[in-house]
């Protein structure tokens, strides 16, 4: 996920794409006690996208309370 497309989601998007990231990320650590996995590098990418979602939700939040 890039970080234009993360601005253009809103506040309910960003909490139900995190929450299905999050769960992606457990279904990959299954995945790797399970059976052997074979792109490793999903785990950076999918915790990065969480990082960035939970970064814009965090400026979005303390804009807000700036502002009153």
Do not use: W, Y
Not at 18 to 26: E, G, K, T
Not at 30 to 54: H, M, P, S, W
């Amino acid at each position: 996920m890039k970080p234009h497309e993360v601005k253009k989601l809103g506040d309910d998007e960003i909490d139900i794409e995190v929450a299905s990231l999050r769960r992606h990320l457990f279904d990959l650590r299954c995945q790797t006690v399970t059976e052997k996995i074979q792109n490793t590098a999903r785990f950076g990418k999918v915790k990065r996208d969480i990082a960035r979602l939970l970064t814009e939700k965090r400026a979005r939040h303390t804009v807000a309370t700036q502002d009153a």
